[in-house]
Antibody, heavy 123, light 106 residues
Framework: EVQLLESGGGFVQPGGSLRLSCAAS????????MNWVRQAPGKGLEWVSS????????YYADSVKGRFTISRDDSKNTLYLQMNSLRAEDTAVYYC????????????????WGQGTLVTVSS | SYELTQPPSVSVPPGQTASITCSGD??????VSWYQQRPGQSPVLVIY???KRPSGIPERFSGSNSGNTATLTITGTQALDEADYYC?????????FGTGTKVTVL
């Protein structure tokens, strides 16, 4: 059974940093691209970032480019999101999601999702 | 940047058909996925690559995609289908989600 368990969320002041983790199990982690998707309170889904399996190519939404860094440790079956220079508008539940493919692309879709971790950015 | 537009809400009587549209430039040239999100829960994939249903998703869910519009159709809508629905596509090395549609069964 595929399981994705996010952690690391919490309360942080504007300008601060936070690192989210997503522990994966039930599948061959290194063989799949992984993604972060967020949802601000009462709002819709927003794709944040993706990382390929094997070659670790990375992709970012314009809203987080230069502030967030996605990474993965295949030896630990864990996905990360390092978030720096946080803003109030980054407040959201952050989900990790498994892509069906090794590399994100036109045939991709998100097969499994975690339960999410809440990040609150406020002074 | 690429945008996917959905109607904010759709209402449907129980047992009837709900159609949720997703509009984007030349969307028919791309694959579209659809996700259901019930209140307080994580999203669930209900349609992928325009028309395919994952295992465990009821047959009453179907999808189509042509021109500038993709459509998720729920035939014989049930109370448990009440949820938010989001379309998704890939464009210029970015994923894009639609604006979301709240389906109310009344």
């Amino acid at each position: 059974e595929v399981q994705l368990l996010e952690s690391g969320g919490g309360f942080v002041q504007p300008g601060g940093s936070l690192r989210l983790s997503c522990a994966a199990s039930g599948f061959t982690f290194s063989s799949y691209a992984m993604n972060w998707v967020r949802q601000a309170p009462g709002k819709g889904l927003e794709w944040v970032s993706s990382i390929s399996g094997r070659d670790d190519s990375t992709y970012y939404a314009d809203s987080v480019k230069g502030r967030f860094t996605i990474s993965r440790d295949d030896s630990k079956n864990t996905l990360y999101l390092q978030m720096n220079s946080l803003r109030a508008e980054d407040t959201a539940v952050y989900y990790c999601a498994q892509d069906i493919l090794l590399r994100p692309g036109g045939n991709s879709f998100f097969d499994y999702w975690g339960q999410g971790t809440l990040v609150t950015v406020s002074s | 940047s690429y945008e996917l537009t959905q109607p904010p809400s759709v209402s449907v009587p129980p047992g009837q058909t709900a159609s949720i549209t997703c509009s984007g430039d030349k969307l028919g040239d791309k694959y579209v996925s659809w996700y259901q999100q019930r209140p307080g829960q994580s999203p669930v994939l209900v349609i992928y690559q325009d028309t395919k249903r994952p295992s465990g998703i009821p047959e009453r869910f179907s999808g189509s995609n042509s021109g500038n519009t993709a459509t998720l159709t729920i035939t014989g809508t049930q109370a448990l289908d009440e949820a938010d629905y989001y379309c998704q596509a890939w464009d210029s090395s970015l994923f894009v989600f639609g604006t979301g549609t709240k389906v109310t069964v009344l």
